[in-house]
């Protein structure tokens, strides 16, 4: 039991920072990234999805989940080289979806099993990718569970 839980450790360092509750914005991120990733959601953490899939994503920003999200060619490439740098190395970080979802991924599913259904479809929430929603200083590259209020359900109890 005890080595199982180090091995499940060791494999989620291996792709995210020691603690995955602390996802900050890596210090080399461009401006442009903030600037052109972050206008309409949060501009999520690189290393939540896998270098193949950040190429997917940055290879179709015209065709980006329903919006248009094109840039001119000297950024794209810009903050492309800047997600695949900081990308996860793990295929439980893989998401599915065309493009990519990293809110699809085995990780992000399996860390958020607990929230109840109804919570996704809640107005407040709307999607999985609306971190803030719940994740109250995300903003901050911060997911920490005493920071996490489920919308309708109040500030989540410990157990
Ligand atoms: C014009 C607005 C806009 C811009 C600019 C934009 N996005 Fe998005 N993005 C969206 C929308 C809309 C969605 C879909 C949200 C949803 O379905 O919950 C989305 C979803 C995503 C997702 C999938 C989230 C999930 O559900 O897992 C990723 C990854 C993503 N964007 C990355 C980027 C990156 C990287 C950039 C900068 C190159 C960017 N976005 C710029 C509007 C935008
Ligand atoms: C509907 C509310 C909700 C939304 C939206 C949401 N999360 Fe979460 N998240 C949770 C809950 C609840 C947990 C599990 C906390 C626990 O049980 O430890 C969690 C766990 C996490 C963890 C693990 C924290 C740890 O302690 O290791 C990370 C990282 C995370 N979420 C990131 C995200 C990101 C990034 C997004 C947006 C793409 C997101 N979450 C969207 C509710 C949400």
């Known amino acids: 039991m005890k080595n199982t839980l180090l091995i499940a450790c060791a494999g989620l360092a291996l792709s995210l920072p020691a603690r995955a509750d602390s996802l900050p914005l890596p210090a080399d991120a461009p401006p442009s990234f903030k600037a052109e990733c972050g206008g309409c959601h949060l501009p999520f953490p690189p290393a939540l999805l896998t270098a193949p899939d950040w190429k997917r994503v940055m290879a179709r920003l015209d065709r980006h989940y329903g919006d248009n999200a094109s840039l001119d060619e000297t950024t794209r490439r810009e903050i492309e080289g800047f997600l695949v740098r900081h990308a996860a190395t793990r295929s439980r970080l893989s998401g599915a979806g065309d493009p990519p979802r990293l ?3 085995e990780w992000f599913l399996r860390e958020h099993r607990k929230v109840p259904d109804g919570i996704w479809r809640d107005a407040r929430v709307k999607s999985a990718s ?3 929603a ?3 200083r995300a903003e901050a590259g911060s ?3 005493r920071e996490i209020v489920l919308p309708g359900a ?3 109890e410990r157990d």
């Open 154 to 156: 109040g500030k989540r």
């Open 134 to 136: 719940c994740h109250t």
């Open 103 to 105: 809110t699809r991924t």
């Open 143 to 145: 997911f920490r569970e």
């Open 130 to 132: 609306n971190c803030a």
